[in-house]
């Protein structure tokens, strides 16, 4: 028997009796026969809910039965459900136990292109506006360092040198190996054909030193150290020990971001270097292993082609990707919410943001160097 829903109003009591197989999937009733009954009998005391020759049912009676609880609720008009059996009841007392608070349900809602443009401009306006607030606030910071005013806590930069140098070695390695032998057989690749290939050591050297070699090392950093800076920080707003800091009067910004920053700008040229010489390793990998070329001429002719003033020119760079790493990855922890979300969003917020500014960095110093004559 398919699912049924009758009403009768008795002695200004409105009856709504339920009968029939209840099961997701099938056709069920429409609960607009209440409301407009409700709507349009002012009269009516009270609504009893009962059964009459019920067959199976599931969670689908529970939810007709609680938007018809709520239609009354928002008329208060009381409601007995008595009747109904042990299973029904014992639902429903679970379901109404805590009232829903208004704001979790999540319902879709048109919103115009304006409003969502605005929205978006004036969330981004005040992105900037704390972004430049927090450069700001790490300027003072490290001049009070300088000056020796600061609170600094020189044995937890110790843990972030060698947690931002010493342990990315390995990832560092890999990448740069890696990076330096694809970058040396695609070259190589185009210079046989021209009986060129001895020159992939100046195209591998070259490109590691002034560019690769430090972008390379900002990226992976960015995702290995500015996400857990992001995640570190953002834990701890949630779990309010920033908060206790400022209470007791010491500035976040001296004890927990200059630690880092100075620890990840410090490392950061060392790792270049690191990642130069890997990579350089990766291309002769390359160059010896299969092209006609020697270790001794393939290693003679990158330090022939590669001055020192193109790995001057890398570590330059290497340390503005580091401040950037560690300022990105601290300002979104320190702008984390309150959530356990909120922490994935602020470490994957800070790898991208990141990137982005250390891509246009790369492009901004590789234009002022070519001006400057570097």
Known sequence: MNAHLDISLVDNQLQVILGGT????????????????????????????????????????????????????????????????????????????????????????????????????????????????????????????????????????????????????PIISLISVLFGLILAFVGAVQLKLFGAEIFVADLVGIGMARDMGAMMTGIIMAGRTGAAFAAQLGTMQVNEEIDALTTFGISPMEYLVLPRMLALTLMMPLLCIYSDLMGILGGALVGVGLFDITPTQYFLQTQKAVPLHHFGAGLIKSLFYGVIVALTGCLRGIQCGRSASAVGTAATSAVVTAITWIVICCAILTFVFYVIGI
């Open 22 to 169: 209840w099961k997701l999937g099938q056709s069920q009733p429409d609960t607009q026969p209440v409301v407009d009954r409700l709507t349009s009998a002012a009269e009516i005391s009270s609504v009893t809910i009962t059964t009459r020759n019920l067959d199976s049912w599931d969670t689908s009676l529970i939810t007709i039965l609680l938007k018809i609880i709520a239609a009354c609720g928002s008329r208060e008009i009381s409601v007995h459900w008595d009747t109904l059996p042990q299973g029904v009841k014992g639902l429903l007392r679970l379901a109404t136990a805590v009232p829903e608070r208004k704001g979790d349900r999540r319902e879709a809602k048109h919103v115009s292109i304006v409003d969502y443009l605005g929205t978006q401009a004036i969330a981004r306006h005040r992105s900037y506006r704390e972004m430049l607030q927090f450069i700001g606030e790490a300027f003072i910071g490290c001049a009070k360092l300088a000056l020796g005013r600061a609170r600094f806590p020189f044995s937890e930069m110790m843990v972030f040198v060698q947690d931002s140098g010493f342990n990315a070695l």
